[in-house]
């Protein structure tokens, strides 16, 4: 029998012994039964919970996020960019995430405040669906009505309800710190850049 111009001998076999992986399997369970049983328990049916230390009062800077956290985490929203794919043979559409990010309620009129990096790609295709997610769990979709990829901002506008919209409070920054250049904690600075 032929195999080839430059064979040597029959294909090598590539079906698996089933008996050979069953054996296989069993040993390794016995083997870890006998270490077990060998060994005692892999936990102590007597360990008793551990008592949390106390936490202690919160430093001042704690008390502050937190402080500042509640004034305006219903003013935050969740940002998702999608895209629609049809099935042709079901002749359904669905959508996909792409990306996520989060932004601000600028105003009662549906103007929402986030990063163009967060929307970048949904500029780029019309499959593309940007949804805003509002502090209430409901969903919006948004529009694109300005940006500024220089400074990393983009306005998206949602048709919701103003009842719904809870815009963040504005403050300035002039007489935070005075700080010309950003600093990596997150804290507004920079001001004076143009």
Same mark, same amino acid.
């Given at each position: ?158 048709? !919701?309800?103003? $009842? #719904?919209?809870?815009? /963040? &409070?504005? %403050? *300035? ?5 005075? !700080?010309?250049? $950003? #600093?990596?904690?997150? /804290? &507004?600075? %920079? *001001?004076?850049?143009?």
């Amino acid at each position: 029998m032929q195999y080839g111009l430059n064979s040597e001998g029959p294909p090598p076999r590539t079906w698996v012994n089933l008996p050979l992986v069953v054996a296989l399997i069993v040993v390794g369970i016995l083997g870890v039964w006998l270490i077990t049983e060998k060994s005692g328990p892999v936990y102590n049916p007597e360990a008793a919970p551990r008592e949390p230390a106390s936490r202690g009062s919160l430093m001042e800077i704690e008390q502050t996020t937190n402080a500042l956290y509640e004034k305006v985490k219903t003013s935050v929203v969740y940002i998702t960019t999608l895209v629609r794919q049809s099935d042709l043979f079901r002749l359904n559409v669905s959508e996909i995430p792409q990306g996520a990010g989060s932004g601000f309620i600028w105003d009662s009129d549906g103007h929402i405040v986030t990063n163009f990096h967060v929307i970048m790609d949904a500029m780029q295709s019309r499959q593309q669906v940007i949804r805003v997610t509002l502090a209430d769990r409901t969903a919006w979709d948004a529009k694109i009505v300005g940006f500024d990829p220089e400074m990393d901002l983009a306005v998206l506008h949602i048709e !919701a309800p103003s $009842s #719904l919209l809870k815009p /963040i &409070p504005l %403050g *300035t920054s002039n007489d935070l710190l005075g !700080a010309r250049w $950003s #600093l990596p904690s997150g /804290i &507004p600075s %920079g *001001t004076t850049r143009h």
